[in-house]
């Protein structure tokens, strides 16, 4: 059997696995540490784990994607900047030619998760897909006429650092107001914070009485509001994870921290909704475990806030593919790009 | 000579014009004021300017290409709404097929606009454009790999209300925070209210303090600061075309309030670059004919709020065809859809 194979480089693990051109993973998915001390170790550790997959196989190879975190050149097939990657400026493509001998293409992570989806997952069958991938920080990827829409250079698709509060909460990126600031798993732990500091969550520095009416928040008089946060607090346990748990559990504080993130991820879909009119707006990444709690509110104000042909065609699913989405992204953008010769 | 008719339907005034296959036009652009009684006088009134230019002209007509302001259903030839034009579901493209026994297509007027500078005037030559309009209210255009990017039903591109700043000023789409909220003439003139009402131009209700440092802003202790401004308010003339006049006077009060349109103007570039990575972003409308005055800041705090590459490798250019934009880039757009054929 032909297959290509997905590689999903994150910031700490890479993934490998055999893809076949419907999109479906032969075999097991192996997968290593990367070793980010430079970039020499660092490719020789993709490269490791490339030849590992390869001896393993039975099928024959005809090709690598490659999918990683980072800013990418698609013309260089290098990684201009990435936030922990050991590898910017490398010609990452071109070492991974010379050492395995294949055709190979790299793209961004996201990207290549928001094709996977567009071909196979959540938004199977759509044209114009947009996704957003929460965790961390918030990635972006865009597929227009079911191929990855990459701009001039390679870099479009940088969704999670559009502005959608001008000037306000300072985001990882360094700048101000970036819708990773306010709906990523960071922004929820922030949100969390500012509930046991007895505030509501949401932008600081703004005068919440001008803003939309609000979703979901509460009075906060009963006796227990926020006393779990508190208590995650205490231990040094707040994060992201710990208050999406929570609110999956009932608690009503940690409920209101993911109805602020609900919030802007409304708003944020309801901007892609308007510029892209999409089919499907698929939300992927940790948060997204959260399912319809995080989802449900979104959808609404998304609706609210595009216009309206946008809004009522918009669909806004929970990713499919999980954390297999990079390597069958990768693998299927490695048949569309290096298929035809093949 | 073969030509297409362009067609530019405005709020008050339609403009016909016969297009060369390279964008030229022929013979003199003809105009009328639109009848917006109702439909049927309003499609009445079209129809006449184009059997005028159809009577006129000693070429031949191949088709007809309309842009027509309003929220565009590229399939059914229809504006689905218009804020200013009774035509709102009416089959426009079909009624002029049948008036006229042309091959017609119909889009939007910002689309056209941006096709025209994509294709003949600013961005001559680049395969990703992204065009605002700055008037009354902010239009968008997209242009993607040389062809205007419409999305699944038509009405891609409403790049004027997407959200940069979640919850707050009222935009007049009714809802909130809006681009087009802070980078019109409307903006303009209330931000010139803001000075004369002694307070800095900007977003209500947020604590500025909090804000990246501001564009030009002064301590405002000049004796004369903001008199003009105040003349004009109280004999009612304070609007965005008069604040902007006084501006490129030199008066530093109404220079202040243009710098609040580049702060916004230069985020909202920042994002299309973002998200778009494309060669040229495009300023035209009204308010581009303050030129650099308001481009360059706005310039400045794109190259700042865009990741790095994408930043670097937009051009903001003021647009160059003016109000020929729309017949010329309706008359392109149908040599691209209809001209194959003809």
Redesign the interface.
């Given at each position: 059997v032909k297959v290509m194979l997905g590689v999903d480089i994150g910031g700490t693990k890479v993934a490998v696995g055999a893809v076949t051109r419907e999109g479906e993973i032969r075999g097991k998915v192996m997968t290593a540490w990367t070793d980010i001390s430079g970039p020499e170790g660092f490719v020789r550790s993709v490269v490791e784990v490339l030849r590992e997959a390869e001896a393993d196989l039975d099928g024959d190879i005809l090709g690598i994607g490659l999918g990683c975190a980072g800013?990418v050149?698609w013309d260089r097939g290098a990684i201009?900047?990435s936030p922990n990657l050991p590898i910017a400026q490398e010609p990452l493509r071109g070492l991974v030619v010379q050492a395995l001998g294949l055709p190979t293409v790299l793209d961004n992570d996201a990207n290549v998760a928001a094709f996977a989806e567009a071909r196979v997952g959540a938004a199977r069958g759509?044209?114009?897909v947009i996704m957003l991938t929460l965790g961390t920080g918030v990635g972006?990827g865009?597929v227009?006429d079911g191929r990855i829409?990459?701009?001039?250079?390679?870099?479009?698709?940088?969704?999670g650092?559009?502005?959608?509060?001008?000037?306000?909460?300072p985001c990882m990126?360094g700048?101000?107001?970036c819708l990773e600031a306010?709906a990523s798993g960071t922004a929820l732990e922030r949100y969390a914070r500012q509930i046991t500091d007895g505030g509501p969550p949401g932008?600081?520095?703004?005068?919440?009485?001008?803003?939309?009416g609000s979703l979901g928040r509460n009075d906060s008089e009963e006796a227990d509001y926020g006393r779990a946060l508190r208590e995650l607090r205490e231990q040094g346990r707040l994060d992201g994870e710990a208050v999406g748990l929570l609110a999956l559990e009932g608690d009503s504080a940690a409920r209101e921290a993911v109805a602020e993130v609900s919030?802007?991820l409304g708003?944020g879909l309801?901007?892609f909704a308007?510029?892209?009119?999409?089919?499907v707006l698929v939300v992927g990444g940790g948060l997204s475990t959260l399912g319809e709690l995080l989802l449900a509110p979104a959808r609404d104000l998304m609706r609210?806030?595009a216009?309206?042909?946008?809004g009522e065609?918009a669909r806004v699913e929970v990713a499919m593919l999980g954390n297999q989405a990079g390597v069958v992204g990768a693998g299927l953008l490695a048949w569309q790009e290096l298929g035809p010769g093949v």
């Open positions: 800013t050149d201009i900047e759509a044209r114009h972006g865009i227009l829409f990459r701009g001039a250079s390679g870099s479009a698709g940088e969704l650092h559009t502005i959608v509060m001008g000037g306000q909460d990126c700048r101000r107001g306010y932008p600081s520095g703004v005068a919440l009485e001008t803003a939309e919030r802007w708003m309801a901007n308007n510029i892209f009119n999409p089919e609210q806030m216009i309206k042909p946008n065609l």
